[in-house]
């Protein structure tokens, strides 16, 4: 009897069988049964519990869910900010469960950009708007010529050329963000991440922040993940991922559709998501409308799968109901 040799990560599931692709692969961000667990006072709380997810380089996506869900946790997690607890995370191909110091510090400073909803955290108010964008290269050892070149044109395609010589005091909110994106792309990034970036401004002023994201993600191929409670901002997006209780449990895909007349219309498809261990999390309303609590009924059909309380009874085939 023939005995084929499997692999540690094929047992644990992270690679299929020899040949296959491994989880992940092509990914920029891939994050495998991620899973945080925190201890306060004695008291183990799971931030995320075993979360799967999936980004493609160069997308523009947003991730939103309620306070408490996991989402600032996870994009810790991926900032090298914060370590996994179990599972697996990795980012432009670094293992971020496995990173040393000096490792994290090199990560952080080149592979990843992090754009804070507090304007005061992402700019220093000694410093102009130039000298702030051009710092992160200084400490990256980049050239005086390199520095000069990159920071006006970072400035003048975020559409805040103007303020190059202000200090933060001197700009408005939303000039700050802007600029702040400028520090956060300084270091060419594989992956910018944005923690609210328009949380603390007015409509019009966060449509201008975000526009500058989307000419970053057009002009400079960054990926960009942006976490978000704005609703006009995941509206903006191709795909908008919704984490709840440490998991991700819906997305939301939008595409362009042209009609027989020739006019285009956006369209948008919201998905559960069915993760790696085959849990899918049903929305709460239907939860609710249906009374489904403790177990449900599935029934496999032809084409779908039927889903009941378990006080009801999915009718036999040739059955009326």
Not at 57 to 85: F, M, W
Request: negative net charge; hydrophobic residues 40%; contains cysteine.
């Amino acid at each position: 009897m023939k005995v084929e040799r499997t692999s540690i990560e094929e047992l644990a599931g992270v690679t299929g069988p020899v040949g296959a692709p491994a989880f992940g692969e092509g990914a920029v961000i891939a994050c495998d049964r991620l899973v945080r667990i925190y201890s306060t006072a004695g008291i183990e709380v799971q931030a995320l519990q075993g979360l799967d997810l999936l980004v493609d380089p160069g997308e523009l996506t947003a991730l939103v869910g309620a306070s408490g869900s996991g989402k600032s946790t996870l994009l810790n997690i991926l900032a090298g900010l914060d370590t996994p607890t179990a599972g697996q995370a990795r980012l432009a191909g670094h293992d971020l469960l496995t990173m040393g110091a000096a490792e994290r510090l090199a990560y952080r400073r080149g592979v990843v950009g992090f754009l804070w909803q507090q304007t005061s955290r992402n700019l220093f108010g000694h410093l102009t708007a130039a000298e702030n964008v051009a710092l992160p290269m200084r400490l990256a050892g980049a050239r005086r010529a390199q520095r000069s070149r990159r920071t006006p044109d970072l400035l003048r395609m975020l559409g805040v050329g103007y303020c190059s010589d202000r200090m933060p005091a001197q700009m408005s909110g939303g000039e700050q963000q802007r600029v702040a994106i400028g520090v956060a792309l300084a270091n060419q990034p594989t992956v910018l991440l944005a923690d609210e970036p328009t949380g603390e401004l007015d409509s019009e002023t966060s449509d201008e922040v975000f526009g500058a994201l989307r000419t970053a993600n057009a002009e400079l191929g960054v990926t960009i993940l942006v976490v978000t409670h704005d609703q006009r901002v995941s509206e903006q997006v191709r795909r908008t991922i919704a984490i709840r209780d440490g998991r991700i449990s819906s997305e939301v895909l939008r595409r362009t559709e042209t009609d027989s007349g020739g006019r285009e219309a956006d369209v948008a498809q919201e998905y559960s998501v069915l993760d790696r261990a085959g849990r899918l999390q049903i929305p709460r309303d239907f939860i609710e409308t249906l009374g489904l609590r403790d177990r449900v009924l599935l029934a496999l059909e032809p084409d779908h799968v039927g889903v009941w309380p378990d006080t009801a009874r999915p009718a036999a085939p040739g059955e009326d109901g």
